[in-house]
């Protein structure tokens, strides 16, 4: 947003729409259309189903979002041991 009056909210991707776009479920229980900001496009970052996400609101559309990260979960096991490249 250009004027800077943005409203951050937090969510969970319930529903993985065509197009890089997701149906979220903010924290307050409110259903918006989000999709992705040019970063995580850039970077590759995958977001599925079930993932938490912060996102950028503006004020005058409060059914469309902006996604600008992906909330990592803190209890996940470590991954397995790396396998040797087979070249």
């Known amino acids: 947003m250009s004027d800077g009056k943005v409203i951050e909210v937090e969510g969970k991707i319930m529903t993985v729409l065509p197009g890089t776009m997701f149906r979220v479920q903010l924290d307050n229980g409110h259903m918006v259309l ?3 900001s040019g970063k995580l496009r850039k970077h590759f970052i995958k977001i599925a189903a079930g993932d938490k996400v912060k996102m950028e609101m503006s004020p005058y559309d409060l059914d469309k979002a902006r996604i600008t990260y992906r909330v ?4 996940l096991p470590p991954p397995g041991p ?3 490249r087979r070249y």
């Open 72 to 75: 990592r979960e803190t209890n």
């Open 34 to 36: 989000a999709h992705i």
């Open 82 to 84: 790396r396998r040797p």
